[in-house]
């Protein structure tokens, strides 16, 4: 029967009902016989679905996973009555215990057989030959639920020579629609599916680990292990229930793509630039887990025949890109440009956002193939304030691809500036060559606001017109050869001054009309001749 994707389960199930028992069946320590054994764990047992779960907690806690036993088949014994002996066995033992026990207890119970994508298994792969995995099927509340205990139980190294017990609540009674995801059964009705799945489709099948379903996650595009890119480009997207944040892995860098979060889910476009065959690992973990650890939840192989040498980014560009339901969280709304790439062909462009409350923010551009240092890497962008309006005003230097990373802090804190999102800015026109803003000093005041000359590099023996916003102070004079007063009208301060004879020219500001006491406001460079 489908997946209605709002439970993991196929019955309801109240993890929280069976705190009591789970504790009181880990305790259980009865070794003499299976049948002792079952007497003890149904003593706090009263429906089958309790009785089910007691064996189910008492076998994932006390048999371990025999990898010794696993190497060399001819010494081990899946007997039921060993593997409790033992304490040890391998899937077979598990399964054969399991249903041994559901059989004393008085609950139907099958052990099924078929192939499985567990340890060793490689993507894209074919099954033959005999069935490699055991699990079992349970009869409750009038239908059959699936089960398996040794997945249950934890996990077994890369080498295959330690196991780790950790349990693993999604393989008790998982969804048919789940659990057909990598346990394919001999006897296709033991799928519990209609229509069932073919061998074929279950190979092709996307293998989702059971950490994608434990984070909330529920469908993944492309559903096919392997893809192939188009134009040098492949996508990926991941559907979730709630905010979850993402990261990838191709080739072990997260060098080659464009990951955007979104409100439910993420997207990914991959541009390998290299052709032949890439393993892409996603990883995920919910917004509110405190610690650093992401999960894999996904594993793709990248055919790439072409490369899209276009598509090459930054060193600095970060992963994710461009705003999303995390930046607004940090006090970032309402962005002009929702998407992560903006693209611009005179080389100018303009970001704004409503900020939130008590926001101070710095931005900086960086590329490959420019030598800016890090005070110009700031001046070719100019922050304009209006109310509780943030306008990013950008002036490439050069063509090419640019990261403009945006960083913020409470105006409240003293200490540092934290990295919050950035943009890809791509510019193809290769005529572009703008020059920084002027630089601004401690008194240029945060909503003060340059309309003209915005150039920082002003041309020699001219007349410049200056038109400035600001308020609060009483005289404004540019100083340059000679020093000009500039006139108030309607809150703006305008005037002329000529850059004849000199290489610098400064905007000074009287705060106070009493005072003889000027504060340097901006500083423009000029052109040599």
Same mark, same amino acid.
């Given at each position: 029967?489908?997946?209605?994707?709002?439970?993991?389960?196929?019955?309801?199930?109240?993890?929280?009902?069976?705190?009591?028992?789970?504790?009181?069946?880990?305790?259980?320590?009865?070794?003499?016989?299976?049948?002792?054994?079952?007497?003890?764990?149904?003593?706090?047992?009263?429906?089958?679905?309790?009785?089910?779960?007691?064996?189910?907690?008492?076998?994932?806690?006390?048999?371990?996973?025999?990898?010794?036993?696993?190497?060399?088949?001819?010494?081990?014994?899946?007997?039921?009555?060993?593997?409790?002996?033992?304490?040890?066995?391998?899937?077979?033992?598990?399964?054969?215990?399991?249903?041994?026990?559901?059989?004393?207890?008085?609950?139907?119970?099958?052990?099924?057989?078929?192939?499985?994508?567990?340890?060793?298994?490689?993507?894209?792969?074919?099954?033959?030959?005999?069935?490699?995995?055991?699990?079992?099927?349970?009869?409750?509340?009038?239908?059959?639920?699936?089960?398996?205990?040794?997945?249950?139980?934890?996990?077994?190294?890369?080498?295959?020579?330690?196991?780790?017990?950790?349990?693993?609540?999604?393989?008790?009674?998982?969804?048919?629609?789940?659990?057909?995801?990598?346990?394919?059964?001999?006897?296709?009705?033991?799928?519990?599916?209609?229509?069932?799945?073919?061998?074929?489709?279950?190979?092709?099948?996307?293998?989702?680990?059971?950490?994608?379903?434990?984070?909330?996650?529920?469908?993944?595009?492309?559903?096919?292990?392997?893809?192939?890119?188009?134009?040098?480009? #492949? *996508?990926?997207?991941? %559907?979730?229930? @709630?905010? +979850?944040?993402?990261?990838?892995?191709?080739?072990?860098?997260?060098? /080659?793509?464009?990951?955007?979060?979104?409100?439910?889910?993420?997207?990914?476009?991959?541009?390998?630039?290299?052709?032949?065959?890439?393993?892409?690992?996603?990883?995920?973990?919910?917004?509110?887990?405190?610690?650093?650890?992401?999960?894999?939840?996904?594993?793709?192989?990248?055919?790439?025949?072409?490369?899209?040498?276009?598509?090459?980014?930054?060193?600095?560009?970060?992963?994710?890109?461009?705003?999303?339901?995390?930046?607004?969280?940090?006090?970032?709304?309402?962005?002009?440009?929702?998407?992560?790439?903006?693209?611009?062909?005179?080389?100018?462009?303009?970001?704004?956002?409503?900020?939130?409350?008590?926001?101070?923010?710095? #931005? *900086?551009?960086?590329? %490959?193939?420019? @030598?800016? +240092?890090?005070?110009?890497?700031?001046?070719?962008?100019?922050?304009? /304030?209006?109310?509780?309006?943030?306008?990013?005003?950008?002036?490439?230097?050069?063509?090419?691809?640019?990261?403009?990373?945006?960083?913020?802090?409470?105006?409240?804190?003293?200490?540092?500036?934290?990295?919050?999102?950035?943009?890809?800015?791509?510019?193809?026109?290769?005529?572009?060559?703008?020059?920084?803003?002027?630089?601004?000093?401690?008194?240029?005041?945060?909503?003060?606001?340059?309309?003209?000359?915005?150039?920082?590099?002003?041309?020699?023996?001219?007349?410049?017109?200056?038109?400035?916003?600001?308020?609060?102070?009483?005289?404004?004079?540019?100083?340059?050869?000679?020093?000009?007063?500039?006139?108030?009208?309607?809150?703006?301060?305008?005037?002329?001054?000529?850059? @004849?004879?000199?290489?610098?020219?400064?905007?000074?500001?009287?705060?106070?009309?009493?005072?003889?006491?000027?504060?340097?406001?901006?500083?423009?460079?000029?052109?040599?001749?």
């Amino acid at each position: 029967y489908p997946w209605d994707k709002s439970s993991l389960k196929s019955m309801p199930v109240d993890l929280q009902q069976f705190e009591k028992l789970d504790a009181y069946a880990l305790k259980v320590n009865v070794k003499n016989s299976i049948e002792e054994l079952v007497k003890a764990l149904l003593k706090q047992a009263r429906t089958d679905l309790e009785k089910v779960r007691a064996i189910w907690m008492w076998i994932c806690h006390h048999i371990e996973y025999d990898v010794v036993g696993y190497h060399n088949k001819s010494q081990l014994s899946s007997k039921p009555v060993d593997v409790l002996q033992t304490g040890k066995s391998i899937c077979e033992g598990y399964a054969g215990l399991f249903e041994q026990m559901c059989s004393i207890a008085g609950i139907q119970c099958m052990k099924l057989s078929g192939y499985s994508k567990g340890y060793g298994y490689k993507m894209g792969q074919t099954f033959t030959g005999d069935s490699d995995h055991a699990w079992n099927a349970v009869y409750l509340d009038g239908r059959w639920h699936l089960l398996d205990s040794t997945w249950g139980s934890g996990v077994v190294d890369d080498s295959f020579t330690k196991f780790t017990f950790r349990y693993n609540e999604f393989y008790f009674l998982t969804h048919p629609a789940l659990f057909i995801n990598n346990h394919f059964p001999d006897n296709s009705n033991w799928q519990l599916l209609k229509p069932t799945l073919t061998l074929k489709d279950f190979e092709n099948n996307m293998l989702h680990n059971s950490n994608f379903y434990m984070l909330g996650l529920l469908t993944a595009h492309p559903e096919t292990a392997v893809i192939h890119t188009v134009n040098g480009k #492949a *996508s990926v997207s991941v %559907d979730c229930r @709630s905010a +979850t944040l993402f990261t990838f892995k191709l080739k072990g860098t997260d060098e /080659h793509g464009l990951m955007t979060l979104k409100k439910h889910g993420m997207k990914l476009d991959i541009y390998p630039q290299k052709t032949g065959s890439h393993k892409l690992q996603i990883f995920a973990k919910p917004s509110k887990a405190s610690e650093e650890v992401y999960n894999c939840v996904l594993e793709y192989v990248v055919e790439c025949k072409s490369v899209d040498k276009a598509m090459r980014f930054p060193k600095d560009l970060h992963q994710p890109v461009g705003p999303s339901w995390f930046t607004e969280r940090q006090g970032f709304l309402r962005p002009s440009h929702p998407n992560p790439i903006i693209h611009t062909n005179d080389g100018r462009c303009s970001v704004t956002f409503t900020l939130g409350k008590d926001i101070s923010v710095l #931005a *900086s551009l960086h590329s %490959d193939n420019s @030598s800016l +240092t890090e005070d110009m890497r700031r001046r070719h962008i100019m922050q304009i /304030h209006r109310g509780n309006q943030i306008e990013l005003k950008i002036h490439l230097p050069h063509a090419g691809n640019f990261v403009l990373k945006i960083y913020a802090k409470k105006k409240s804190d003293p200490g540092n500036y934290d990295y919050i999102f950035n943009y890809l800015i791509t510019c193809l026109n290769t005529e572009v060559k703008w020059p920084a803003f002027p630089q601004s000093y401690s008194k240029w005041a945060e909503d003060y606001e340059i309309l003209e000359p915005l150039s920082g590099l002003l041309p020699a023996n001219r007349n410049v017109q200056f038109k400035l916003k600001m308020h609060g102070i009483a005289k404004v004079l540019v100083q340059a050869e000679n020093t000009y007063p500039l006139t108030q009208s309607r809150g703006y301060w305008e005037g002329t001054c000529n850059t @004849s004879g000199c290489r610098e020219v400064f905007v000074m500001v009287h705060e106070n009309a009493n005072h003889s006491f000027y504060s340097h406001v901006l500083k423009y460079e000029v052109e040599t001749q």
